[in-house]
């Protein structure tokens, strides 16, 4: 069900952003607009991985792969039990630039209060 849900989310995001990576980052290299690009991958399922990220060529040279390990298991996310519906995701972004910016829990103080917010 959260897949299906997720899919649908996905499905209404823009095929291409409004404006590309190379016009947002003017003097940003042809290798580094390439790993943003695959980082910041919309389906989660097609996103670049840890591994694959770090032997991209624009990270060569900050390899050391003495140093690098890999987990023996995947990383359970059990402990989140986050539903992204779309009143969630909208909640979600909110809570973070409120963490970021404290003074729109004061602007959204009535708002918040009428959606049960106790903060």
């Known amino acids: 069900e959260r897949q299906a849900e997720l899919g649908e989310l996905l499905k209404r ?49 900050l390899r050391d792969p003495h140093w690098e390990k890999t987990a023996k298991k995947p990383f359970d996310w059990n402990f989140d039990s986050f539903n992204p519906t779309p009143r969630g995701l909208k909640d979600r972004i909110y809570a973070e630039c409120a963490r970021y910016h404290p003074e729109l829990l004061q602007r959204d103080k009535e708002w918040l209060s009428k959606r049960g917010f106790r903060g």
């Not at 670049?48 to 991209?56: P, R, T, V, Y």
């Open 13 to 61: 995001l823009p095929e291409t952003p409004v404006a590309s990576l190379a016009s947002r980052l003017p003097d940003a290299s042809e290798e580094c607009l390439d790993l943003l690009t695959h980082l910041l991958e919309k389906d989660p399922r097609e996103r670049i991985s840890a591994a694959s990220a770090l032997e991209h060529p624009y990270l060569v040279h």
